[in-house]
């Protein structure tokens, strides 16, 4: 199938939908990208890790060279609660290996590059812009957002992610993102007299909670906490000072037993960003005949291994090339869940195996795990291979000869 001169609707204009467009407007499509967000608000958000397999799709879209403006490598070092090192899990390996090294930055640092090549291809993503509802009309489609209609789509992409609306609405019976009972706060603070930028994330699992952090090359300190909430906090709730104050508070008495530093690192900086984290069943179908869920829409994944972005930009890759090379949508968008859908979910089980290790610490467990963590983070090395080691050029686009 040809995309060129198709009309596609992109919904989202975080990391997947924009990364997703650039490429189909390289194959000739007439692209509309719209994201609920105003162009403020998309500032939001803390660091995130993006890896080699996001990385070296990313690299291919835009000039990554500006990623490295305010970043921290991806390095890991693990600390008990009383500040000693258990283990580290270098990263320094990975560009022999792979081409490009893991590194941490604000999720604003990828979403500004994406929009400065759409940008630049002609393609403003329409920020403020917010899906409300779907209609098909014949083999069109045609939806309402808060500043009206937009209608005569041939294809409609959901990139909106974890808590996409597209979902909803096109898979009502689809299952809700489950909270897994443990927020993540953090915030991006200065600290007099820290300016050292850091070779790895300090990663240390406290004595009632996991706390890291690390100096950018810039000199400014990022953090965040992970740590068991037992009651779903209502969304709007972390907007409130009251609300942060109170977080704070716990976050040091969560910490109080723990190394200094940390409690240092707290009490700097008065703007938390804090927020849910849930874990997403997976969905038996990511798509319909002109309709295809991609990235955190189709398959959210805790933040535990961070992969989140770097499988957005992996599904990006994968349903460009499947748009190319099949016949039609629907078999394009069926190849494209087939050829994603066990990955995802390894990358998935991987992350809930991580989530669980940083909750609920107990001292037997602690004094085993100092023990033995750097033994078995020496032979996990090996088993990132097949998630850093990812490429999307090896893969059988063809069709799968169903939708
Ligand atoms: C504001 C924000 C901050 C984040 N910060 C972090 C972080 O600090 N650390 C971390 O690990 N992960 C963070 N994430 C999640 C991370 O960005 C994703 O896991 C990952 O990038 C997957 O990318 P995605 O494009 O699939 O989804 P997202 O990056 O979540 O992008 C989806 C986009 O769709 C937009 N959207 C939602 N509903 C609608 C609608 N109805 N109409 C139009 N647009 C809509 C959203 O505003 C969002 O920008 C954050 C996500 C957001 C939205």
């Known amino acids: 199938m040809s995309i060129s001169n198709k009309k596609v609707l992109i919904v989202g204009g975080g990391i997947a939908g924009p990364a997703l467009a650039i490429q189909l407007i390289g194959q000739g499509a007439e692209v509309k990208i719209i994201e609920a967000r105003t162009e403020a608000e ?35 070092r693990f600390y008990n609660s009383k500040g000693r090192q258990i283990a580290e899990l270098d ?39 917010r899906l409300q509802s779907i209609e098909h009309q014949g083999p069109k489609i045609n939806i309402d957002t808060n500043k009206g209609l937009l209608a005569g789509y041939d294809l409609l992409i959901g990139a909106d992610g974890i808590h996409s609306r597209c979902r909803k609405l096109v898979f009502p019976q689809a299952p809700s993102p489950t909270y897994t009972k443990m927020l993540s706060t953090g915030a991006v603070v200065k600290i007099p007299g820290w ?12 004595e009632k909670a996991f706390f890291g952090f690390s100096t ?26 009251s609300f942060q104050q109170n977080i704070k508070k716990e976050l040091l008495e969560l910490h109080k037993n723990d190394y200094g530093k940390i409690r240092e690192i707290i009490f700097a900086g008065s703007d938390l960003f804090a927020y849910p984290i849930y874990d997403m069943p997976p969905l038996e179908k990511w798509h319909t005949e002109n309709v295809c869920l991609i990235g955190d829409a189709a398959h959210a994944i805790s933040p535990h291994t961070g992969q989140g972005a770097s499988l957005a930009l992996e599904d990006s890759a994968v349903l460009a090339k499947c748009l190319a090379c099949n016949p039609n949508p629907g078999l394009a968008f069926s190849r494209f869940q087939q050829l994603r859908s066990d990955r995802v979910a390894r990358v998935i089980a991987q992350a809930r195996k991580v989530g669980r290790a940083k909750s609920k610490p107990n001292p037997i467990a602690n004094f085993f795990r100092d023990l033995v963590l750097k033994f078995f983070i020496h032979t996990e090395k090996k ?7 990812y490429d999307v050029n090896k893969l059988d686009y063809g069709s799968s000869g169903t939708s």
């Open 91 to 129: 990263a320094s390996y990975q560009k022999a290996a792979y081409g490009t090294s893991s590194i941490q930055v604000k999720r604003s640092a990828i979403t500004n590059l994406l929009q400065e090549k759409l940008n630049g291809l002609g393609v403003p993503i329409e920020y403020g812009c």
């Open 42 to 76: 998309m500032q939001e958000g803390l660091f995130f890790g993006i890896s080699p397999n996001g990385l070296n799709i990313l690299s291919g879209l835009v000039d990554i060279s500006g990623l490295y403006k305010e970043y921290v490598p991806g390095t890991l």
């Open 216 to 241: 950018t090359n810039t000199g400014t300190v990022w953090w965040f906490n992970n740590y068991d909430w037992e009651q779903e906090p209502d969304r709007k709730a972390f907007q409130d000072p």
């Open 383 to 389: 088993k990132m291979d097949w998630i850093y080691g």
């Open 195 to 206: 300016s050292d930028a850091s070779e790895a994330v300090e990663m240390t699992f406290g």
